[in-house]
């Protein structure tokens, strides 16, 4: 029992997996490659707008309430909150190409069981009519700075309104956070248009799978951090757009 005990300790020390791929700069390595791969995809395609994912163009606008205004600044708003985490946390500056393999097969894992979870509720997936290269990029995208708005920011949010501000008890704000965020997750779905430049309608079911969608990636960045949230959102956004793509060509 005692050698059992000791293992289990050892087994969450800082210096275990677990806890290693929740560190910021961690999260950064993994993420900032899908970063750059979506900005130079999208640089030609009118960069005045700000992006076409609608969580990018509310960190713009956010950023120009305080003067900030540039097209690079939401990817760079990631890179600096997770430089100024790492810094904050004091953590070692250690790069560790095993761990981001760790991270990234991980998020894969997460993103696939999702996917089957997604066939199963919704069926299969509709093909958009945008060249795949831009999906992917899209894709990643949309993965990164969803996550950025609908966890990072938006879960802290709530849970500091709940807790700080109505006294609440610590769970009931995490409770909250989680559903609050994952609503107006689902509710972000249908707001502009989808890949193709149409107006998105609304579905009760698609509602719900989105709700239920922003529940399980607020528990996966609640367990296992801002990087593996994110690249398994980017990742499963570009398996469900490979999974559409193929079904297009079959038919």
């Known amino acids: 029992m005692a050698k059992r005990g000791g293992k289990s300790r050892r087994s969450f020390s800082p210096d275990h997996y677990f806890n290693r791929s929740q560190r910021p700069l961690h999260a950064m390595i993994i993420l900032l490659p899908m970063i750059i791969v979506y900005k130079v995809a999208m640089i030609k ?6 992006g076409p994912i ?9 950023f120009s309430m305080f003067g900030a205004v540039g097209y ?28 981001y393999l760790a991270m990234v ?24 009519q945008a060249p795949l290269g831009y999906q992917i990029a899209l894709s ?23 807790v700080d501000l109505l006294k609440a008890p610590q769970k009931s704000g995490a409770i909250a956070a989680i559903l ?17 430049g149409n107006p998105i309608a609304f579905s009760f079911t698609r509602f719900i799978y989105y709700a239920l969608a ?27 757009s490979l999974l559409a793509s193929s079904y297009s060509t079959a038919n």
């Open 214 to 240: 922003g529940v399980y990636l607020a528990g996966i960045y609640l367990l296992r951090g801002f990087g593996i949230v994110a690249a398994t959102h980017a990742l499963y956004n570009v398996l469900i």
């Open 105 to 128: 097969a991980e998020a894969f894992a997460l993103a696939a069981a999702f996917l089957m979870f997604t066939v199963v509720m919704m069926g299969r997936p509709t093909a958009s």
């Open 45 to 50: 395609r009118s960069p005045e707008t700000g």
């Open 180 to 196: 609050g965020s994952s609503v107006l997750f689902s509710v972000y779905h249908f707001l502009g248009v989808d890949a193709d």
């Open 54 to 62: 609608l969580a990018e163009r509310f960190l713009n606008h956010l």
């Open 72 to 99: 690079y600044l939401p990817g760079l708003a990631v890179v600096g909150v997770l430089l100024a985490w790492h810094f904050a946390k004091r953590d070692p500056w250690a790069v560790e190409p095993k761990t």
């Open 140 to 162: 990643l995208g949309a993965g990164v700075f969803e996550e950025l708005v609908f966890r990072l920011m938006l879960i802290a949010l709530i849970h500091m309104l709940v």
